[in-house]
């Protein structure tokens, strides 16, 4: 793209040569290197073609100025070299293109030119036949030209292979051939293969391959522009019959290989694609030691699911040193002395839409979803032992997957829940709410606003879009093939003429049997095995009388039939637009923490290590955690914060989907925001007639102790909430086989609650020992495989009991808790605070999780400046407990 140029070694996958060339400031524009030929041909912007020893890597010294190739007499500049090529008949002879339209033979040996050919229309490339006697150009009119050297006086013949005919006679404007290629083959006409050249009657149409071959014209759309394609042949000689196989076409952001052995010219399969999914991808999950015979069984599945159309020919394309090794992860490594290289394989494909009837657009449900996808997919979560898949769409639906090996004829069952409890009051923090303990289970029983779903064929007089959700779901007997099957949809219902919200967290345990979500109305609780919702819960309620917020009556609300349009069309979009678009700006919307760009630059000098960020002290502080000792919030950061003013928030934060209609009015006192722990992430924080809506952000099922006096670990759910609020659910689940089919799982919040700065990310469970404990898991059983008289078909369970071998901890487990700017870690049953750490207080953590790091657990969190740190939690420390950082890392 300038006027550099490089040799690259592509069997050593290395530079050539150290040193590049320099062209004098002339960028170049086309380079030409013949098989088995040390010369190298190149072309600048300028006109004048310069000629390279590739032995040497250095000018021969020989330049073919623009001056001289179009005759002296010529004044008019013909424009950048376009075109390199040396005839087939001679290699001595050079053939030049300029994009003004000019064509020139020229003799390397004489250093003349043999013939001079100037036409009118731009040219863009120009290709030869085999035979040396014929060459064709392609045009900016989208015109083909054909020449012959006898006669150069005019082109032997021109095309306009996507020209119509216009009722008056005149030929329709069609867009430029880019690049043309004429391949000649033994037995058939030549093929003659371009890019570009369409009509302008259509606005917006694709970017397309045109294969003329013969009479007939195949014109192949691309899903994306084409950079650049290269037709492969049987021989690599320009003056032999070419007997072209493939096109090689590279595309902005894919690669396909087109075959063209065959009529209807299919695409091989790619062995590696470049681009993960056709449709933008919306979420991503990653899952580490997999039951080895999971990803075998998903590959062969997987393949008979594949498209038709596809080439029957292997890959055409060969070459390398690569040593493929298969993991059980399934990734494809690719080993060499120089590095590692990975490659995706895509092992299975579900598609969640064929779970529902396909929405009218302009009428019912579909009028409310406009243009935008309603099947979009918003989070997965995945079991590999027992292989459950659940998936998160956007219209507020849960989808339930069960694996199996076998066809079934299946009807998906559908659970309706109604889970639209907004609570009217505005949330403000309470003096207590700092009291880092869990408050004592007291005798309060939260009620909750609907315990069952109601029933799908209720409405209200006054409006049709109450107790509906977005999606019918096919309520016919259907066959389905091998591999995940649906099993049942959860769907959250309209109330009161608004639609639902979207789920903004969902956890799946198979040994339980229990699926639960949430968003910012409340908490719903699913037993999959039986088919019912065992609870529907708002917020508000979870609490009880523990409640540490302090509610107070704001004004009262519009009318909501008026507005439940705007609310759904805004709902559905804040997941394609508002959430996307900042999420990419969270770094560069942190830079307004610093006053200056001078503060900024000082900052990227420093070393990796510093304990500042972005002009902000961002050391950590690690300390105990004092029971019934109050924090407070102010400190030497007052006077800091002070002189941003009262309008000015000391940070922002990117929205994410999970927390988008979540925010809280800010005071203009310092201690408010220190305690106002969940800002609003738009630019406008000073407004209190917003919504305040507490969303509940992530879940974890697990053995744990749900009450103080319990003496073994039980069944709980632990809830976090946006307002760093964590929540302790106990479960009671029957235990026998016969009685889990049978009798009712029951719930009962115990009423511990706890509270951090920042939304609650992540939960995780350690023995006093340190290590992780996982949550119970099913072991699969295929539900359609023949039955075995002999083998009854019960459920096998896997539990994880903490261990209790230390005697400084006595029986119980650690739990870690990680929020947007605290980790706090506790001691169960006793529900202690043993250690808080504060991990950042100029940024905030995007995500976080518990993973095994350097023979030790460590908890990484990757924050929104760009820095992904791992925190190692010491239990050697006696006898206080530390939380250490072991390594910061830099994402630039």
Known sequence: ADDTLHLWNLRQRRPAVL??????????????????????????????????NIESFILSGYVIMWNKAIELSTKTHPGPVVHL???????????????????????????????????????????????????????????????????????????????????????????????????????????????????????????????????????????YPIVEFMVLCDTPYINEIQEPYAVVVLLEKDLIVVDLTQSNFPVFENPYPMDIHESPVTCTAYFADCPPDIIPILYSIGAKHKKTGYSQKEWPIAGGTWTLVQNTDGFIKNKNPSGVYVTLQMLYKLKTSKVFEKPKLGEGRGADLGEEDPFAVQMVSWCPHSRIFCVVGISAHIILYRFSKYDANTQTVSLEVRLQCEPEDIITPSENENNPCFSEPGSHSPQPHHQYPVSPGSRTPDGAKDSTPFLKVKDKMVRVPPGYQSDLVIQLLWVDGEPPQQITSLDINSAYGLLAFGNCNGLAVVDYIQK??????????????????????????????????????????????????????????????????????????????????????????????????????????????????????????????????????????????????????????????????????????????????????????????????????????????????????????SGAVQMLKGSVLRFAFLDCNGALIQSPYEIWRDQNAPEDPDRPRRRKLVHFSPSSSQDAFGEGHLTVVCSERQAKVFLMPSQSCLFVHNITESSFVLRADVVSLCNSVCLACFCANGHVMTLRYNLQCSPDFCMQITLICYIF
């Open 19 to 52: 040193h590049s060339l320099k062209f004098n400031r002339e960028r170049i524009t086309f380079c030409h290197l013949p098989f088995q030929s040390k010369w190298l041909y190149v072309g600048t912007e300028r006109g004048n073609t310069h000629i390279v």
């Open 85 to 223: 090529s040396d005839s087939p008949k001679d290699e001595g002879k050079l053939l030049i293109g300029f994009e003004g339209g000019t064509i020139v033979q020229w003799d390397l040996r004489a250093k003349k030119a043999d013939f001079r050919i100037y036409y009118d229309e731009a040219i863009h490339s120009v290709s030869w036949h085999h035979e040396g006697k014929q060459f064709m150009c392609s045009h900016s009119d989208g015109s083909l030209t054909l020449w012959n050297l006898r006669n150069t006086t005019k082109p032997f013949q021109v095309t306009f292979p996507h020209g119509k005919i216009q009722k008056d006679g005149r030929k329709e404007s069609c867009k430029p051939i880019l690049k043309v290629e004429y391949k000649t083959s033994r037995n058939s006409e030549p093929f003659v293969i371009f890019s570009g050249g369409l009509s302008y009657d259509k606005a917006g149409r694709r970017p397309a391959l045109t294969i003329m071959h013969g009479k007939a014209i195949t014109v192949l759309e691309m899903d």
């Open 532 to 749: 019912t919702v065992i609870l529907c819960i708002s917020t508000v309620d979870l609490y009880g009388a523990t409640d540490p917020y302090q509610r107070l009556t704001r004004s009262p609300r519009r009318n909501r039939q008026s507005t439940s349009g705007k609310h759904c069309m805004r709902g559905l979009s804040n997941f394609y637009s508002d959430s996307k678009k900042r999420i990419r700006t969270s770094y560069q919307s942190l830079t307004e923490l610093t006053d200056n760009q001078q503060s900024i630059d000082m900052e990227r000098s420093k070393s990796p290590t510093s304990d500042h960020v972005n002009g902000h002290c961002t050391s950590p502080t690690s300390q105990p955690c004092s029971a019934g000792k109050p924090r407070i919030p102010m400190g030497p950061e007052g006077p800091r914060l002070t002189r941003r003013g009262p309008g000015r928030p000391p940070f922002r934060k990117a929205q994410s989907a999970a927390c988008m209609e979540i925010s809280l009015p800010v005071s203009h006192t310092e201690e408010s925001r220190e305690n106002s722990f969940s800002r609003s992430r738009s630019s406008s924080v000073s407004s209190i007639d917003r919504d305040t809506k507490e969303a509940i952000t992530t879940l974890q099922f697990g053995e744990s102790y749900g009450r103080k006096s319990d003496a073994l670990p039980t069944p709980c759910l632990w809830v976090g909430t946006s307002l760093g609020v964590v929540i302790l659910i106990p479960l009671s689940i029957p235990m026998e086989h016969e009685e889990r089919m049978e009798d009712p799982v029951t719930v009962g919040p």
